[in-house]
């Protein structure tokens, strides 16, 4: 695909653009199937195939830790639905979980095109057709159907299950809580106040707040706040 062709480029802010498709739970219109929730839509670049398999289990298991956060799954793999359906099979053979939410079929990419999933970097991996794969794409999408956060991996290299748990719990915690958090963080540890909020306002706020630098202030956050 030449880069004249390719479609504008999604960033952090954009409102993730509307598609309808058919996927494994029937078709959606996808506005409506993020509804008020926190949607995670992640891509895949064949069915049947190893790393795919592991990561699709894997999410199938966490299903319930992003449920009860209000996030919504929704996986994408460019094969037909008949495909998939097989595909699930082998998925609960291999790693004991069904995958219980929708994946996309998209044999001709238009969703993949639609979000740039594809890879143009490595001109081998492509199908029979020469069509590109999609890559490993993961778009963390939320009830306002913006786009707030986008992880992206070769079609080489499974992706950290834990890091997409972590970066929804960041998310909202962010958003609840008018903080941000440091690198590496997990919940319970401390977290940063928001630049925004001034530091006379944060100690009103927060029953104890270090400052480290006029800019760093850091206040601790209990687990169980963030996982209410």
Not at 14 to 32: C, L, Q, V, W
Request: one cysteine or more; glycine letters at 6%.
């Amino acid at each position: 695909m030449a880069a004249e062709q390719r479609p504008a480029p999604l960033r952090l802010g954009s409102i993730a653009p509307n598609f309808k498709a058919e996927t494994t739970k029937g078709p959606i219109d996808f506005h409506e199937f993020i509804g008020d929730n926190w949607v995670i839509l992640f891509s895949h670049p064949e069915d049947f195939t190893p790393v795919c398999t592991t990561e699709l289990g894997e999410m199938a298991r966490l299903e319930p830790e992003f449920s009860k956060r209000g996030v919504k799954l929704i996986g994408l793999s460019a094969n037909t639905i008949d495909s998939h359906d097989g595909w699930l099979k082998d998925i609960e053979d291999v790693t004991s979980y069904l995958p219980s939410f929708p994946i996309i079929g998209d044999k001709e990419r238009k969703v993949a095109y639609l979000y740039d999933m594809l890879d143009y970097q490595d001109t081998t991996n492509v199908d029979a057709k020469g069509i590109a794969f999609t890559i490993r794409s993961v778009f963390f999408i939320d009830p306002k159907k913006t786009i707030r956060c986008i992880l992206s991996y070769p079609a080489s290299t499974g992706r950290n299950s834990a890091e997409i748990l972590r970066v929804i719990q960041s998310l909202q915690t962010g958003d609840k809580y008018k903080v941000t958090t440091p690198i590496n963080w997990q919940p319970g540890e401390d977290v940063i106040v928001h630049p925004s909020v001034k530091t006379e306002d944060a100690k009103k706020i927060w029953p104890e707040v270090k400052i480290v630098k006029p800019y760093l202030r850091f206040t601790p956050l209990s687990k169980d706040k963030v996982e209410a």
